[in-house]
Nanobody, 124 residues
Framework: QVQLVESGGGLVQAGDSLRLSCATS????????MGWFRQAPGKEREFVAA???????YYADSVKGRFTISRDNAKNTVYLQMNSLKPEDTAVYYC??????????????????WGQGTQVTVSS
């Protein structure tokens, strides 16, 4: 079955960096786009970044220039490099698989499988 497992979260100070990883299995990874979302307490889940099957990338305005999404098709893994972290980046971060092959979306409804989430906490 399809599985997505995030890792790499933690507690850091403002200005620090973290790299999140999402290891996947159970489907043809190279054929699907992948996304990262986050959810802070009391807020809705929001789009952070996405990468298509052919390596095009998309970012939320709030993270553009600080975060970088990438993928390694040989390892079936997607990454989120987060630099210059801010307290407002504090959230649970989720990776997700786009529902349909060869498509891309920023909407959570367009994703069909999600990881369990990893906590990122940025102190000021």
């Amino acid at each position: 079955q399809v599985q997505l497992v995030e890792s790499g979260g933690g507690l850091v100070q403002a200005g620090d960096s973290l790299r999140l990883s999402c290891a996947t299995s159970g489907y043809t990874f190279r054929s699907y786009g992948m996304g990262w979302f986050r959810q802070a307490p009391g807020k809705e889940r929001e789009f952070v970044a996405a990468i298509t099957w052919n390596y095009a990338t998309y970012y939320a305005d709030s993270v553009k220039g600080r975060f970088t999404i990438s993928r390694d098709n040989a390892k079936n893994t997607v990454y989120l490099q987060m630099n210059s972290l801010k307290p407002e980046d504090t959230a649970v971060y989720y990776c997700a698989k786009v529902r349909a092959m060869w498509t891309m979306t920023r909407e959570p409804s367009g994703y069909d499988y999600w990881g369990q989430g990893t906590q990122v906490t940025v102190s000021s």
